[in-house]
């Protein structure tokens, strides 16, 4: 069985810090492409960072400069680290493992930015 577990969302003040992790079981972790994903009320889910299995990473340009994605293959746990967070970066974050065509997704964490 595949499990994707997010952690270590929260409130935090604009500006202010956090690092999402995320902890993979049931795949071969490091053969899968991880990306991490966010949803605000009403919209649309949308790709905020992805690292490839050869460790290729694009961000979304609403985040480059502020986020940073990386992963531990032996932990098999993918991790976003936030910087200068705003407002608008407030929503429910994802993480997913795999494709468009076959993802595999874990639950969410929220991240909440406000003063």
């Known amino acids: 069985q595949v499990q994707l577990v997010e952690s270590g969302g929260g409130l935090v003040q604009p500006g202010g810090s956090l690092r999402l992790s995320c902890v993979v079981s049931?795949?071969?972790?490091?053969?899968?492409?991880m990306g991490w994903y966010r949803q605000h009320p009403g919209k649309q889910r949308e790709r905020v960072a992805q690292?490839?299995?050869?460790?290729?990473?694009n961000y979304a340009d609403s985040v480059k400069g502020r986020f940073t994605i990386s992963r531990d293959n032996a932990k098999n746990t993918v991790y976003l680290q936030m910087n200068n967070l705003k407002a608008e970066d407030t929503a429910l974050y994802y993480c997913?493992?795999?494709?468009?065509?076959?993802?595999?997704w874990g639950r969410g964490t929220q991240v909440t930015v406000s003063s």
């Open positions: 997913r493992a795999g494709s468009d065509f076959y993802p595999y």
């Open positions: 049931g795949i071969n972790f490091s053969a899968y492409t």
């Open positions: 690292i490839t299995f050869g460790r290729t990473i």
